[in-house]
């Protein structure tokens, strides 16, 4: 689907289907109302009662070549912008269309900035195309071949082609994301996952990557990471991507969960909860997508990208309940759960991450259940031992229309995950407050002083059901847009 812009008068423009905008409590006696009434041959007042339109963001009225969205009130256009936008696609899917032109939305307003609704729209419409049809041919296909955004005014148009560029290339990234998380594990292993990062390596000209074997992390002695990796016919691998600009203002790391497929290991999980697992290495899946936007975008941020990928299987070498673990800072581990093992393997990339010497740190792992009781299957929790940091990351997931919450890293709740014959145990002596007893654990292999947020994606990284008018079921690439938003604010 390629999406341009253009110069032009939407209603004069040469398309299968027109879409146009109305905002709510517009008055219908304005111009340009008066000219869509002529265009639907009077119907339009007519439809807009019978279909009870008001112009309410996302309603949409059908006429056969012209498509009237609601826009809702000008002031929270640009954040409902996404949802319109990816509802108008999904009645365009319906209809036999090639070719559409889209208005852009709120060209009048004042704050209207075309730079950015076209970005927005374009994220929006590319978003909502997504098929994964690598082992299905799709029941609906996607026809829509071109997609023109519509400016009246000239310079608009040509900085919406800046917006709708931008947006190809972050969509890029979490379309790749979609696809790793989408794959089946027997496919997407963390041999496939390394190879992976060695083609995105290849992108761009600042990209370097270092992919680590089993012998080569037992050097690094971490001894969690291999303890999960133990039980797996499946080699693990530790993949280190790096983005270093000629003049980079900050140094940053971020850290992606990479269970390529979570068994539970002997603490098995119900049959129930062990089917979507092969989405639990959706942190790593957004670490590579993150990449992929790198390299196009090329801020003056260094980036590292670690990952830690193991399946997690049982077996009669796999990791035993209350066996004990040196990770690689030396802290001892008491594994009572080997259902926990996200933080094992995150516990030794943490550290690895330090090592970098970078200013902030930043993990992203579907690593509790716990989260999805608490905030839900579409929102992701935050806990950061820096307030700045979590308000910032949440502020760009809010503009991205990725939700985020924080969650407290309350020290009161370490004793719980004190062991009695090692420094921690895995999994928390109380089943409450799972989520932050979680977090806890991760902050026992922070280094003092170290700016660092972990980011619980348990319930958005995988959409059961569609997440948004604009994002479908499956892997939803979640954190990509959030990080490049976040980098870009450094
Ligand atoms: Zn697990």
Known sequence: MNITSQKGDI???????????IYEG????????????????????????????????????????????????????????????????????SLPVTHVAFELFGEDDESFDPNQTAQLM???????????DTYKKPKQKNILEEI?????????????????????????????????????????????????????????????????????????????????????????RLIHLTYKPEKAKKSIAIVGKGITFDSGGLSLKPADSMQSMKCDMAGAASVLGLFVVLAKLEPNIEVHGIIAAT?????????????????????????????????????????????????????????TGACVVTLGEEIAGVMSNNSDLAHKLIESATVVG?????????????????????????????????TLTAGLFLKEFIEEGQKWAHIDIAGPAYAERPLSSYIGKGGTG????????WIESL
């Open 402 to 434: 990725e939700e985020l919450w924080e969650l407290p890293l309350f020290g009161r709740y370490a004793k719980l995950v004190e062991s009695d014959i090692a420094d921690l145990r895995n999994i928390a002596t109380s089943r409450y407050g799972g």
């Open 478 to 485: 979640y954190g990509v847009r959030t990080l490049v938003k």
């Open 148 to 236: 023109i955004l519509i400016a009246e005014d000239g310079k608009d148009a040509i900085k919406a082609e800046k917006g709708i560029k931008k947006a190809k290339q972050i969509i890029d990234g979490v379309t790749v994301a979609r696809d790793l998380v989408n794959t089946p594990a027997q496919d997407m292993n963390p041999i496939r996952l390394a190879q992976t990062a060695e083609r995105i390596a290849k992108l761009g000209s600042h990209i370097r990557v270092r992919v680590y074997n089993r012998e080569q992390i037992e050097k690094k002695n971490m001894n969690a990471f291999l303890a999960v990796a133990q039980g797996s016919d499946v080699e693990p």
């Open 11 to 21: 209603l004069k423009t040469e398309a299968e289907v027109r879409v146009v905008g």
């Open 26 to 93: 517009e008055d219908w006696e304005n111009s340009f109302i008066q000219r869509l009434g002529e265009e639907t041959g009077g119907k339009l007042q007519i439809n807009a009662k019978k279909k009870d339109f008001t112009g309410n963001a996302g309603q949409i009225l059908s006429f056969p070549d012209l498509l009237i969205v609601g826009l809702g009130k000008s002031e929270t256009l640009s954040t409902a912008l996404r949802e319109i936008t990816g509802s108008v696609y999904s009645q365009l899917q």
């Open 122 to 132: 374009t994220e929006a419409l590319l978003l909502a195309s997504y098929q994964f």
């Open 311 to 367: 399946e997690n299987m049982p077996s009669g070498k796999a990791m035993r309940p209350g066996d004990v673990v040196r990770a690689a800072n030396k802290k001892t581990i008491e594994i009572l759960n080997t259902d926990a093992e996200g933080r094992l393997t995150l516990a030794d990339a943490l550290v690895y991450a330090q090592k970098q010497k970078v200013d902030t740190v930043i993990d992203l792992a579907t690593l």
